[in-house]
């Protein structure tokens, strides 16, 4: 099964991808003593960062591109230590610090508190992010990007089990070492060795979701904080509040894409209605709006396993972030899982002396399959949650976690223990068993799990702000 050569080892790590993840893959690698190509379907270089790239930079192939965006406490205590020059080129950019616990005001937080600085971020938005990596990768000598280079085969050798050495771009065979899998929600790679029987095992779930979303520049250039959590539910919907560069912000209203009384929310006077009635009021007032609604649907959490019952279905290629796992985007999850691959990819590499593929698949297990796990329990009990409320009817579950994560999300926003065991967890820092289990923290969360009351507008209150204004005659 072992079909690692002295040559394959020569050859260059490639890198399907140049979004987030497949960049931060790369650098990684190489920083390690790598030779990578990043091989990228969209054409045409990146622009300078900062609002060059978000006005300019067009990303066919990533459909969130221009969509809101959250880089958790967990990616960026990742790129601190294995990227150092990223924050601060982000912040050159614009980016602005930011802390995901404070984003709430003292009220909540009862202030700085030591500790609160692992809640530590940067506001970015994604094109201007990606801008920067891409910078970044241009000044390191062993990663090549070509872009306009569109995968559409694998150069396979074949046996019971097939090893991948290569990728076709046309006519074009790159040969490779290891082929990274960083493509995306919509990798065409399952496709490719579907045609040779070396699929992956796919499982898709539906994750249910519309995002409304809309952008904002705030009047005074400064980065909104003290208003409000990053994402806050209310019964048949979610808002996520977003701050980025330059003084910019997100707002971005989820909903079921079921949910046909909320369909309506594509009107930006709709939109502004239901808007003033969640935790996004505070922050629209601060701000003006750079855009009309954009809406986002048909999003699904999808898992891609390689290694079934210990047994690869195929060697020479390893899938990471979105190609591997693409989970619910209202978390903000992505980019930090693809991280937390990222190095597990690269430590395997230090180590392997044949193919990595059950290698790596062993570490996914152990440091990434808990934050996913933990990730899709969340989405379901949610998704769930909300079409019991647009029902007008209490969620019934006989999971008590989810009894203690929804008096956690109602304590958090009164008791600072409560607010900073809930920011942990949102910030991919702590797993909810973990955070859930201090002693502190229990107590405090006791009165909560008696108290069932949701807070925020009622479902009648949305339908009614929902509906077609009466037309005055």
Same mark, same amino acid.
Do not use: K
């Given at each position: 099964?072992?079909?690692?050569?002295?040559?394959?080892?020569?050859?260059?790590?490639?890198?399907?991808?140049?979004?987030?993840?497949?960049?931060?893959?790369?650098?990684?690698?190489?920083?390690?003593?790598?030779?990578?190509?990043?091989?990228?379907?969209?054409?045409?270089?990146?622009?300078?960062?900062?609002?060059?790239?978000?006005?300019?930079?067009?990303?066919?192939?990533?459909?969130?591109?221009?969509?809101?965006?959250?880089?958790?406490?967990?990616?960026?205590?990742?790129?601190?230590?294995?990227?150092?020059?990223?924050?601060?080129?982000?912040?050159?950019?614009?980016?602005?610090?930011?802390?995901?616990?404070?984003?709430?005001?003292?009220?909540?937080?009862?202030?700085?508190?030591?500790?609160?600085?692992?809640?530590?971020?940067?506001?970015?938005?994604?094109?201007?992010?990606?801008?920067?990596?891409?910078?970044?990768?241009?000044?390191?000598?062993?990663?090549?990007?070509?872009?306009?280079?569109?995968?559409?085969?694998?150069?396979?050798?074949?046996?019971?089990?097939?090893?991948?050495?290569?990728?076709?771009?046309?006519?074009?065979?790159?040969?490779?070492?290891? /082929?990274?899998?960083?493509?995306?929600?919509?990798?065409?790679?399952?496709?490719?060795?579907?045609?040779?029987?070396? !699929?992956?095992?796919?499982?898709?779930?539906?994750?249910?979701?519309?995002?409304?979303?809309?952008?904002?520049?705030?009047?005074?250039?400064?980065?909104?904080?003290?208003?409000?959590?990053?994402?806050?539910?209310?019964?048949?919907?979610?808002?996520?509040?977003?701050?980025?560069?330059?003084?910019?912000?997100?707002?971005?209203?989820?909903?079921?894409?079921?949910? +046909?009384?909320? &369909?309506?929310?594509?009107?930006?006077?709709?939109?502004?209605?239901?808007?003033?009635?969640?935790?996004?009021?505070?922050?629209?007032?601060?701000?003006?709006?750079?855009?009309? /609604?954009?809406?986002?649907?048909?999003?699904?959490?999808?898992?891609?396993?390689?290694?079934?019952?210990?047994?690869?279905?195929?060697?020479?290629?390893? +899938?990471?972030?979105?190609?591997? /796992?693409?989970?619910?985007?209202?978390?903000?999850?992505?980019?930090?899982?693809?991280?937390?691959?990222?190095?597990?990819?690269?430590?395997?590499?230090?180590?392997?002396?044949?193919?990595?593929?059950? !290698?790596?698949?062993?570490?996914?297990?152990?440091?990434?399959?808990?934050?996913?796990?933990?990730?899709?329990?969340?989405?379901?009990?949610?998704?769930?949650?909300?079409?019991?409320?647009? &029902?007008?009817?209490?969620?019934?579950?006989?999971?008590?976690?989810?009894?203690?994560?929804?008096?956690?999300?109602?304590?958090? !926003?009164?008791?600072?223990?409560?607010?900073?065991?809930?920011?942990?967890?949102?910030?991919?820092?702590?797993?909810?068993?973990?955070?859930?289990?201090?002693?502190?923290?229990?107590?405090?969360?006791?009165?909560?799990?008696?108290?069932?009351?949701?807070?925020?507008?009622?479902?009648?209150?949305?339908?009614?702000?929902?509906?077609?204004?009466?037309?005055?005659?």
């Amino acid at each position: 099964m072992d079909h690692h050569t002295d040559q394959d080892s020569r050859r260059p790590v490639v890198v399907i991808g140049s979004g987030l993840t497949g960049l931060t893959t790369a650098l990684l690698l190489a920083r390690a003593g790598r030779r990578v190509t990043v091989l990228e379907r969209d054409a045409g270089a990146p622009p300078g960062p900062g609002e060059d790239a978000w006005a300019g930079w067009l990303r066919p192939g990533v459909n969130q591109f221009r969509h809101p965006h959250l880089m958790l406490p967990r990616w960026y205590r990742t790129v601190c230590d294995e990227l150092p020059e990223l924050p601060a080129m982000l912040l050159e950019a614009g980016g602005r610090p930011m802390n995901l616990l404070h984003l709430q005001g003292t009220a909540v937080t009862h202030g700085w508190q030591p500790g609160d600085e692992e809640l530590d971020t940067v506001a970015v938005r994604r094109p201007v992010l990606e801008a920067c990596l891409a910078r970044l990768a241009e000044s390191e000598p062993r990663v090549t990007v070509r872009r306009g280079s569109r995968v559409d085969g694998l150069v396979l050798d074949g046996g019971e089990v097939p090893h991948v050495r290569g990728l076709r771009l046309g006519d074009e065979a790159v040969m490779a070492g290891l /082929v990274v899998d960083c493509a995306g929600r919509r990798t065409p790679v399952p496709g490719l060795l579907t045609t040779v029987g070396a !699929a992956p095992v796919e499982l898709h779930e539906p994750a249910g979701l519309v995002y409304w979303s809309r952008h904002f520049r705030t009047r005074d250039g400064r980065t909104p904080s003290g208003l409000g959590a990053a994402l806050t539910h209310h019964g048949s919907l979610s808002a996520l509040t977003l701050p980025g560069d330059d003084g910019t912000f997100s707002v971005a209203l989820a909903t079921r894409a079921d949910d +046909a009384q909320l &369909r309506s929310l594509r009107h930006v006077a709709v939109w502004d209605r239901v808007a003033a009635h969640t935790a996004a009021a505070p922050w629209i007032d601060r701000g003006e709006p750079t855009s009309d /609604v954009v809406p986002i649907a048909g999003i699904e959490d999808v898992s891609r396993r390689y290694v079934v019952d210990g047994i690869p279905v195929v060697t020479g290629l390893v +899938a990471v972030g979105d190609s591997a /796992v693409a989970t619910n985007p209202s978390l903000g999850r992505g980019a930090s899982l693809g991280a937390l691959q990222a190095v597990a990819l690269r430590d395997v590499l230090a180590g392997a002396t044949g193919d990595v593929v059950a !290698a790596f698949a062993a570490a996914w297990t152990d440091r990434v399959q808990p934050w996913v796990d933990a990730t899709t329990w969340f989405d379901r009990h949610r998704l769930a949650e909300m079409g019991a409320a647009a &029902r007008g009817e209490p969620y019934r579950t006989d999971d008590i976690g989810w009894a203690m994560s929804g008096a956690l999300r109602r304590g958090a !926003a009164v008791d600072p223990v409560l607010a900073r065991a809930s920011s942990r967890i949102g910030g991919l820092l702590a797993l909810p068993p973990d955070a859930l289990a201090d002693p502190a923290t229990g107590r405090r969360l006791e009165p909560w799990l008696a108290d069932r009351l949701s807070s925020g507008p009622s479902r009648a209150d949305l339908v009614a702000a929902a509906s077609p204004a009466p037309v005055r005659t």
